[in-house]
């Protein structure tokens, strides 16, 4: 193999638009769950064509996994949306990433934030079992356009049944996946359902303190600028790898002219 090509192993398609795969892991890489990675193809030109990528598999895993969008027109993901078993891929091993456990301060529940996409971090996340030593309880909201687009998360929640996951996290893990433009149980923002105290009443869970509840924040630009204020307006701040905090924000994706 060339230097930094993974071999993919699996491919699955969630719809139009999302598909997940698996990739060797290079034995050299170490990395902390909810980190990313440059991940890409060779261009027209044999030259590398990389692009950001959560690590959607937790640290412990034999094999990488990615959750991609298909962006239509996108130089890299109009062609990776064509990969399967046994093709090859680039993979920089330096992982980086704010969304780690290392960024937070000690707490009681943790939030995990995400539209589209960004589930791709928590999915790590979510299957780590260090998520379930830091706290007492996790509360998933993921919202997307479409229902499709919640199956790949709704599977990685099911997955918690399973072993090895499901003696520690079995009753722990809330799982609210909303839809805004299609009808599902659960329906709206998540800025919205927690504003409007929605979510809390839907789990019957207590409302979000500064004291004990810690968040990770990844969607698009607005989403994310909008959850940091909410979370601000509740007495969260934002942490860094240098400064843990209450919350952490990556972006899922980088938009036009952002
Ligand atoms: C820190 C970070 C982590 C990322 N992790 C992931 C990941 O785990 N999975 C993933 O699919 N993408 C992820 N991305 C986005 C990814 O880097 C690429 O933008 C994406 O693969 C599309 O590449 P492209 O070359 O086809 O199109 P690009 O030229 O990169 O993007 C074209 C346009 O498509 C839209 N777009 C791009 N990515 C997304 C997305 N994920 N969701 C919705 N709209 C999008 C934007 O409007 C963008 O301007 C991440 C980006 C960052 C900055
Ligand atoms: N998903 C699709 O079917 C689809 C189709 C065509 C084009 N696209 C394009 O693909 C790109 C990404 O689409 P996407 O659907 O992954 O991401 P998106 O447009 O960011 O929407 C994802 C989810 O996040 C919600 N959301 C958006 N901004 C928010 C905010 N500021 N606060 C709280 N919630 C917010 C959306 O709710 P709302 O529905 O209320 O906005 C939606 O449920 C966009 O450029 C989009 O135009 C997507």
Not at 56 to 67: G, K, M, R, V
Not at 160 to 169: G, K, T
């Amino acid at each position: 193999m060339a230097a930094d090509a993974q071999k993919v192993t699996e491919v699955i398609h969630w719809d139009e638009n999302l598909f997940s795969f698996r990739v060797t892991r290079p034995t050299t890489l170490r990395f902390r769950s909810g980190e990313f990675v440059m991940i890409g193809l060779p261009d027209e030109n044999g030259k590398p064509l990389l692009r950001a990528y959560s690590i959607a598999a937790p640290s412990w895993a034999d094999e990488l996994e990615f959750y991609s969008i298909k962006v239509a027109n996108g130089p890299l993901t109009s062609r990776l949306q064509h990969i399967k078993a046994g093709d090859e891929i680039i993979l920089r091993p330096k992982p980086v990433g704010t969304l780690v456990h290392d960024a937070l301060l000690p707490g009681k529940r943790l939030w995990l934030l995400a539209t589209g996409t960004g589930f791709a971090p928590f999915a790590s996340i979510l299957r780590d079992l260090e998520t379930y030593e830091r706290f007492e309880e996790v509360i998933v909201m993921h919202t997307c356009r479409k229902t499709s687009e919640l199956a790949y998360g709704a599977e990685i929640i099911e997955s918690l049944n399973e072993e090895p996951l499901n003696e520690i996290a079995q009753g722990r893990v809330h799982y609210y996946p909303t839809t805004t433009r299609e009808e599902s149980k659960y329906m709206g923002r998540i800025t919205d359902n927690i504003s409007s105290g929605k979510v809390y009443a839907d789990l019957g869970i207590a409302p979000i303190d500064p004291a004990s509840d810690r968040a990770m924040v990844c969607g698009s630009y607005a989403f994310n600028i909008d959850v940091k204020r909410l979370l601000e307006s509740l007495g969260l701040r934002e942490g860094a790898n240098s400064e843990p905090r209450e919350f952490v924000v990556e972006k899922a994706f980088v938009g036009e002219g952002l």
